[in-house]
Structures are given as structure tokens and as C-alpha cells.
């Protein structure tokens, strides 16, 4: 799991007594990888739209080998591909439903193929977000 050089600033910031809330946080796909100099490629088919964390019901913050772990308790659907798309790679984690800044990315556990009248889908417990 990768953090953007903006939400460490935001962090560190909010040490300094700075206040920073994500108000809402959306989970969007890649097909090559982001970092947290460059976004990576998002999805570009016409249909696909992130999806609001809010959507999914995130879990409460749990401790998993040193490391805090949430994941989604419900299931994860983008929108019916219009398109086939490249291999989604990564995912990435932001502040707004377009554009807006990237917060955390991450690469999945395997690759996933989308093609046309495909909705692609995350089982609930699948879409972890970890930090140390």
C-alpha cells in the first residue's frame, strides 16, 4: 500500500495541529501502476465511474501483525463495462469522485480482464487498506 506524497503532507500537517478530513474518499481502478509522483492510467471507458468507500461499509481500523488494517464489509461493483478495458493492475484511493487528489494506491492481488457488458466486482473482505 502506497501513500501519496499529498496525504503524508495532509498527516504531518494535522500533527502540527492543521485539521485535514477526507469528507469522502472513492476507489478507482488502473491499468498501470500509480505512485505517488504520477496517477498511474485510470479506467477511460465512458461508463466507469469510481465508487464511494461510503458504498462499501468500511470496517473499523483492526490491528493485523503490526499493521492497521479496514477493509470493505460489502461488495465492490463499478459499473457495466462499455468497453473492453486494459488489465486492471492497481486501485487507487481519493478525495473526490474525478479528479480531485489520489490519497493511497495499492496493486491488486491478480490482474483482472473487463471486457464489454462485463461488471467487474470485489467480494466483500477483498479490498484491504493497510498502514503501518
Known sequence: ???TSYFETQILNSLKGVSFTAKS???????T???DIAPGTEITDPKYSRIAI???EMS???PVGGTSVIENTKRVVFPEASMNWPRVTHFGIFNSITGGQMLLYGELSESITVYIGDVLEIPARRLRV???
Not at 25 to 31: I, P
Open 1 to 3: 500500500m502506497g501513500m
Open 25 to 31: 474518499s472513492f476507489v478507482g481502478l488502473f491499468t
Open 33 to 35: 501502476p500509480p505512485n
Open 54 to 56: 461510503s458504498d462499501m
Open 60 to 62: 473499523t481500523p483492526l
Open 130 to 132: 493497510a498502514m503501518e
